[in-house]
DNA sequence: TACAGTTGCCAACAAGCGTTGACCAACAGG
DNA sequence: CCTGTTGGTCAACGCTTGTTGGCAACTGTA
């Protein structure tokens, strides 16, 4: 274990105001000045601290989804529930927004979701398809159902995602992401 | 009508090569220099014949849909025959991931992409949904899904989602957009 | 007190960006 | 022929970017 330093503090600013700006910006405009003026620090502390703008990026996109247990639920339900809980913590924070800005413009971004996601919603598939090998697939198709509401909602903003209701969506997309991780293949 | 300019095979050549800047590398990184290296000519030419880099993404992103009339068809299809022809025109050619990456990144680019499926979706729900008074909710709905296969699928390139085949993702996704369009109101 | 390590700021670097204006060659109309 | 328009090149501008190294101030140890 590490002993806590002078600088975690500046450390910790750092990461914040780079989680923000990458956030809302994307990996190309959040400038190194810009986080450091958020932050309130030199450019230059950002580079001793992390290295470059890479290192930045890596050490501010570690991400938990917090996804539930599911094996505990009634089965018939796991999609509203998935849904419901990717809509939370959508709107918790922008984090998951600002993943999704830097996956689609940076190659590292994009490897990074694919980690995310292979290892956090995968394990949570492969325990209720009906064929575990085919957990992999489903997972994806759940992934492509609410990775889309979240582009048209929080990144594009179309109107008529906008100004759904959680619950309306819930109930909308529930039966999808049910059907993608229970039904039998087509 | 304009008579045929002399100029008008290097302004074409702009316009291609831009796309595919804009395509491959997003707003920011495709810069006005690499596109005119592309079309090889000097980077002046693209501002005198598009103002700026606004003007030339605006010129390069007009983009037609060409969804087909679905008035035609047999009601219980329409779902497989749209997903269908989304996949075959996103593989057509790059324009449609790069107004997508373009769109997650730039503001002018997230509002272009509204006016496209406004403009062109919408209209096709209009005749098929229950109620036409829900037929912007209902767009919105097919168009989360559609786009969020796009984006696992060609922009963050999900191994799951790139391995299945466009018979497999239709027959999962038609019923899926089949239901958003059609069903009664959840 | 002296000294080594840490923390931070400052000024500068090279490179790349969008953009501009001067300048030349080819053409068109009179 | 001259003249004005069009198509195109070239060199430069002002600015921002990521990144670097030097230098001052502080902290803890001996």
């Not at 993943?99 to 209720?128: D, H, K, S, W, Y």
């Given at each position: 274990?590490?002993?806590a ?25 959040a ?8 932050a309130?620090?030199d ?10 703008k ?9 991400i ?19 849904v419901?809980?990717?809509?939370e913590?959508?709107e ?5 927004t ?5 996956g ?15 290892q ?6 492969r325990?209720?398809?009906?064929d575990?090998a ?17 582009l048209?909602r ?5 109107p ?8 309306e969506?819930?109930?909308?997309l ?13």
């Amino acid at each position: 274990m590490t002993t806590a330093r002078r600088s975690d503090a500046t450390r910790a600013a750092i990461l914040e105001a780079a989680r923000e700006r990458f956030a809302s910006d994307g990996y190309e405009r959040a400038t190194i000045r810009a986080i450091a003026r958020d932050a309130d620090i030199d450019p230059s502390m950002v580079m001793r601290y992390y290295g470059n703008k890479e290192g930045l990026f890596a050490a501010a996109s570690e991400i938990e989804l917090g996804l539930p247990e599911l094996g505990s639920l009634p089965a018939q339900h796991i999609g509203a529930v998935l849904v419901g809980h990717f809509l939370e913590r959508w709107e918790r924070d922008e984090v998951l927004t600002g993943m999704l800005r830097v996956g689609v413009t940076n190659e590292a971004g994009a490897a990074r979701m694919q980690a995310i996601f292979a290892q956090q919603l995968g394990p949570v598939t492969r325990g209720v398809c009906p064929d575990p090998a085919e957990a992999p697939r489903r997972a994806a198709l759940v992934a492509s159902q609410i990775l889309g509401m979240a582009l048209t909602r929080y990144v594009l903003r179309l109107p008529p995602a906008v100004e759904m209701s959680t619950d309306e969506i819930v109930a909308w997309l529930g039966p999808t992401v049910q059907r993608y991780l229970t039904a039998e293949a087509p």
